[in-house]
């Protein structure tokens, strides 16, 4: 099994570590206080975090160490692997390539050199839903592999690549300091122009966890892609999260079609828009994605109508691997429900 599929299916039947989740925090301390008990209950070494409304930032917490070894404690500077919070960022490339008549979402992806054994017509939708999988557009089957074919998509629509899109249409104009393809592969890195030694060092360490739950050092992937491979900051990631929310980069159009769930076969209603995951709860729609990956792990949560945008990355597989994200279930996660209880239907977000 490859390393997306592994992912996707560790995520789809590994159980939350806790059964009660917790309490609503009434104050910004106590948020603060119950991300980092949370942080320690999932053996995670480091974790950066973010709470922002439009613009502003309600709180922001550097919690850990970014490196065991030496001790370096996390700072909002530390940059972290986003894992699959980069489909997001590549879901706004494509969608931006749909407003401007280079792509359509009904294109069969055979049209960009994409060859996939199907019983139907497999389009360039189905790829950004996750619904590419059996009848095309009939089921969710979240799959790393299947998404990062977007990078076909990409090259034949624009003659660039994925790394030198996003650099130019996200994070040069938002002028994100800290974010660039993984300095691990040389090949996207160099279009970001930056240092790549001066990047590695600035990351966090990796880690995975040993049988006595403890964390141990692992060595980062190499790879880049559609799918996964930025390395960004949770202030950098926030900032983007509100510009795309600002309008900045999509129609208030296709930025709607982007987050409204797909509908599948029977009419089902289905986890997964157009790069981003949908879940309501308690009446709230809430947009997010999970990334998970060799030693690391990241959690995105907007409420789009109040502006509200929370942000963590971690160094340890940890925040993602112990909980239901790969099928939907946002609030399998404990730190999705801290954020969730405090923020959306608690005190602090009112």
Same mark, same amino acid.
């Given at each position: 099994?490859?390393?997306?599929?592994?992912?996707?299916?560790?995520?789809?039947?590994?159980?939350?570590?806790?059964?009660?989740?917790?309490?609503?925090?009434?104050?910004? +301390?106590? %948020?603060?206080?119950?991300?980092?008990?949370?942080? /320690?209950?999932?053996?995670?070494?480091?974790?950066?975090?973010?709470?922002?409304?439009?613009?502003?930032?309600?709180?922001?917490?550097?919690?850990?160490?970014?490196?065991?070894?030496?001790?370096?404690?996390?700072?909002?500077?530390?940059?972290?692997?986003? @894992?699959?919070?980069?489909?997001?960022?590549?879901?706004?490339?494509?969608?931006?390539?749909?407003? !401007?008549?280079?792509?359509?979402? /009904? /294109?069969?992806?055979?049209?960009?050199?994409?060859?996939?054994? *199907?019983?139907?017509?497999?389009?360039?939708?189905?790829?950004?839903?996750?619904?590419?999988?059996?009848?095309?557009?009939?089921? %969710?089957?979240?799959?790393?592999?299947?998404?990062?074919?977007?990078?076909?998509?990409?090259?034949?629509?624009?003659?660039?690549?994925?790394?030198?899109?996003?650099?130019?249409?996200?994070?040069?104009?938002?002028?994100?300091?800290?974010?660039?393809?993984?300095?691990?592969?040389?090949?996207? %890195?160099?279009?970001?122009?930056?240092?790549?030694?001066?990047?590695?060092?600035?990351? @966090? +360490?990796?880690?995975?966890? /040993?049988?006595?739950?403890?964390?141990?050092?692992?060595?980062?992937?190499?790879?880049?892609? *559609?799918?996964?491979?930025?390395?960004?900051?949770?202030?950098?990631?926030?900032?983007?999260?509100?510009?795309?929310?600002?309008? !900045? =980069?999509?129609?208030?159009?296709?930025?709607?079609? @982007?987050?409204?769930?797909?509908?599948?076969?029977?009419?089902?209603?289905?986890?997964?828009?157009?790069?981003? =995951?949908? *879940?309501?709860?308690?009446?709230?729609?809430?947009?997010?994605?999970?990334?998970?990956?060799?030693?690391? *792990?990241?959690?995105?949560?907007?409420?789009?109508?109040?502006?509200?945008? =929370?942000?963590?990355?971690?160094?340890?597989?940890?925040?993602? @691997?112990?909980?239901?994200?790969?099928?939907?279930?946002?609030?399998?996660?404990?730190?999705?429900?801290?954020?969730?209880?405090? %923020?959306?239907?608690?005190?602090?977000?009112?």
């Amino acid at each position: 099994m490859n390393q997306w599929l592994l992912a996707g299916a560790l995520a789809l039947h590994a159980g939350a570590c806790s059964s009660t989740g917790p309490d609503e925090a009434k104050t910004l +301390a106590e %948020f603060a206080a119950q991300l980092d008990h949370l942080r /320690d209950q999932l053996a995670i070494p480091g974790m950066s975090a973010i709470v922002m409304s439009h613009d502003q930032v309600i709180w922001e917490g550097s919690l850990g160490v970014a490196d065991i070894a030496t001790q370096r404690p996390v700072t909002p500077e530390t940059q972290f692997h986003l @894992a699959s919070l980069t489909k997001t960022f590549a879901s706004t490339i494509v969608l931006q390539l749909v407003e !401007q008549g280079l792509v359509n979402l /009904d /294109d069969p992806v055979s049209n960009y050199g994409i060859m996939l054994s *199907s019983p139907g017509i497999i389009r360039v939708r189905h790829l950004l839903s996750h619904t590419s999988e059996g009848v095309p557009g009939e089921q %969710f089957r979240y799959n790393g592999d299947r998404f990062a074919l977007l990078d076909q998509v990409i090259q034949r629509a624009t003659s660039e690549t994925f790394a030198t899109r996003v650099m130019a249409r996200i994070v040069t104009p938002l002028a994100l300091e800290h974010t660039a393809p993984n300095p691990l592969n040389a090949a996207a %890195f160099a279009v970001s122009g930056r240092d790549a030694a001066a990047y590695i060092a600035a990351m @966090a +360490a990796g880690y995975g966890i /040993d049988s006595h739950q403890q964390p141990v050092p692992v060595a980062y992937p190499t790879l880049f892609s *559609s799918a996964a491979g930025l390395v960004s900051t949770a202030r950098d990631v926030a900032r983007y999260s509100t510009a795309l929310d600002a309008g !900045q =980069f999509l129609s208030n159009a296709i930025r709607t079609l @982007a987050y409204t769930p797909t509908v599948g076969a029977g009419n089902k209603t289905l986890p997964y828009g157009l790069g981003w =995951f949908i *879940s309501v709860v308690k009446g709230h729609t809430l947009v997010w994605h999970y990334g998970y990956w060799t030693g690391n *792990s990241s959690l995105i949560i907007k409420e789009p109508s109040r502006g509200l945008t =929370f942000v963590v990355l971690t160094n340890s597989d940890q925040l993602s @691997a112990r909980f239901k994200l790969g099928i939907g279930d946002l609030m399998s996660s404990t730190v999705a429900q801290a954020f969730v209880n405090a %923020f959306v239907t608690g005190a602090l977000g009112r």
